[in-house]
């Protein structure tokens, strides 16, 4: 079992930053792969961002290439994504997810956290 707890999200004008974090307890594996997702009213969950526990691999929604980036710290079981240049398309429920497949499926959830971008 994987508790993911988010935070870091909030209110910011366009153009600016943040700093999201996922600290994970309980059962971690090397093989494990951590991501951002995001939901904004109406649409569909799509993936963020993605990032292999053990390893260098790195994958970005193209909207967010070149803006966010996804890093980890493996001592202290945390994930992160530092979001800059923000939009208001941006605005969503960002959520951490940890699976052992990188399609993440049957991956546990964080609670979520909201990012709003104000234009």
């Known amino acids: 079992q994987v508790q993911l707890v988010e935070s ?8 600016g930053s943040l700093r999201l974090s996922c600290a994970a307890s309980g059962r971690t594996f090397a093989g494990d792969y951590r991501g951002w997702f995001r939901q904004a009213p109406g649409k569909e969950r799509e ?7 053990s390893g260098f691999n790195t994958l970005y929604l193209d ?6 980036t996804i890093s ?39 609670q979520g956290t909201q990012v709003t971008v104000s234009s």
């Open 63 to 68: 909207s967010v290439k070149g803006r966010f």
């Open 72 to 110: 980890r710290d493996n001592a202290k079981n945390t994930v992160y994504l530092e979001m800059n240049r923000l939009k208001p398309e941006d605005t969503a429920v960002y959520y951490c997810a940890a699976s052992r497949n990188d399609r993440y499926v049957n991956a546990y959830w964080g």
């Open 47 to 53: 993936l963020v961002a993605s990032i292999q526990w």
């Open 8 to 15: 870091g999200g909030g209110l910011v004008q366009a153009g």
